[in-house]
């Protein structure tokens, strides 16, 4: 009694099977199987087993390359249409360049606004602190006994610094004028890992009481405007409204404080805690001091953090009432206040992910005028495409011959539609190319024409060129949609019998017969292209078509000479399928 | 192919290659490569009978060409040349 062979294992059968082989399916499972049985009886069926699924990835990863060469071909088509009607690629490069270019400039203001990282060190190890109120308000402040519970015990997990946004009439080199600023911490700059352009950042005897005034760190882009870049602004005195202090130092270029784009920090001020040295009387409780901004030690994550600090606001909270418990007298304000710090809680937000730091449930762009500006862009992208896809579908009443003839050798629909589209894609391409270039102008443009306390940067990255290649392929694809359907659509034998064949306008000839193998089938090897033109004529004839074509041996060049394949038929020499074919249709060619 | 007799199918194709390089080569590699052959005329290909020996199932056999075996003696000649051109020189 014979055993049975071993059989692979399932999974590699269910996946072979999934295999896109086409016509080769029976012999390559076959094979496949054949390898596993010899190789389970020389090296063991586990070994096989494992062989057997390198092949199956093996036969798998076999029609990209021909998916590869496909491509390829196409593409070389495509670019041998853009050089045979530069007209046209011109014409629809610009038009593309237009619509990919307006997406691409808008793109790299949303990339720089959405995704541009901090100027920092580290910015991924950088959280913000808020203190979310009974009213449900998001504050980017903390109270400061909460920070100094934060300072004391937080101090193995994270560093600490904080900073307090506002806006102040300041008077520098005989001007006053508003500008947003932060109070700081002396250890601010350091915290960040941002250096001096000129001068130096905050140290820590900048926040002594017994120092006169306080020192100034100003950015660089106030340096340029203000002084334009003097080095002797370092030293001079400046006046924050009512207040006096002295620069020590311009900031690097590029830092523009952990703020929104919108309103850019022109100056950084030590003594926040002076701001709140009252802070040691109980009553009122309305002081606050500014925003605590945190760097995770090594080791540390985000939601180890937050853990700490669940419980570290619970204990913080009942040493509170306790505390007010014996500072208030009154019982309706104690319940007030009691209310109060039981609905008072501290979120945490990623720094990398608060694109608005001192408003982090703002919205950065308004989400309508965000949601109008990407509208129009696709709009104008959409009628670039639109008009692009018009002229090709003009063109691709020139093609139908072509398109007919290759589906007359075996060309299914898909085939076609990857083929035009391709097309359209390298076309798109050309077009995206230019459209860099205009994206390129416009981002120039609005660097130029906005305010340069501005706070993007606007560039050109990587992300912008992706989402430009991303463009050109969306258009690519669009554009080339309404071809593929024309062509999925083009009548086989009626294109080929009304002999309209080839990219070219037809030659005028002074007897130009309705079907000529000689020119049909320039195109193609000459048994299949004369097997595809009888094949043509042959269901013209079955269908019932009027058999309306002369004789080749009648067909005459326009000087009056037999035509070489003439001559050839009349001499016998013409394959043999053919005269079989033509024997079976009788008289119709 | 052709070492392998007048006509052979991909197991055998695949074995001999890794004998005579010593390094694997994937079915999968084995069967692009015969492919892009038979696309150029190197090769052809046609069905096996069925045999009971593989469940009924038919072996693609292929044949090298005269085009595909003028073009392989073609490439042994312009090697040998290139190597006797480096030989003499060296």
Known sequence: MSTRPPKPPLLGRVLLKLARVRDHREDVEADLTDLFETRATTMGRTRASLRFFVDVFSVWRWPLGRWARDLSADMKQGLRLMRRGPAFTVAAAIVLSLGIGVNTALFSVINSLFFSELPVKAPDELFYLYTRNEAGQVMAIVQPSFLTELDERGTALADLTTHWRIPLRLTANSLTETEYGEWVDTNYFDFLGVGAAIGRTLQAGDADQAAPGFAVVISHDFWTRRFENDPAAIGQTVRLDAAFGTIVGVAEPGFKGLTDPWTPTQWWASGIKANVAREGQPYPFRRYIGGPVGRLKPGVSFEQYQAFLTTLVSEWKQQRLERLRTQIQSPADFERFRRSTAATSFPMHRATETRMPFNPEGRIIPTGLLAGMVAVVALVLLIATANIAGLLMARGVARTGEVAVRRALGAGVARLSRQLMTESVVLAMAGGAVGLFVAYTLVGLFRAYTPSRFAVDVNLDWRVLVFAVAACIGAGVLVGLAPALQAARVNVLEALSNGVVGTRPPRRRACRPRLSYRRDCRHVDWPVGADTCLWAIDGRAAGGGRPQSPPIQQRRTRAGGATAAGNRARAGHRPSGVRDVRAGIGGLV | ?90
Do not use: D, H, N
């Open chain 2, 1 to 90: 192919v052709r070492a392998l007799g007048e006509s052979t199918y991909g197991v055998p194709v695949q074995q001999f290659v890794e004998q005579a390089t010593g390094r694997r080569a994937s079915i999968g590699a084995v069967y692009a490569a015969l492919e892009r052959l038979e696309e150029k005329g190197f090769l052809r290909s046609e069905f096996s009978e069925a045999t009971a020996t593989r469940g009924g199932k038919r072996k693609r056999l292929f044949s090298v060409t005269a085009l595909g075996l003028r073009t392989a003696k073609e490439l042994r000649r312009v090697r040998e040349q290139i190597w006797r051109t480096i030989e003499e020189q060296s």
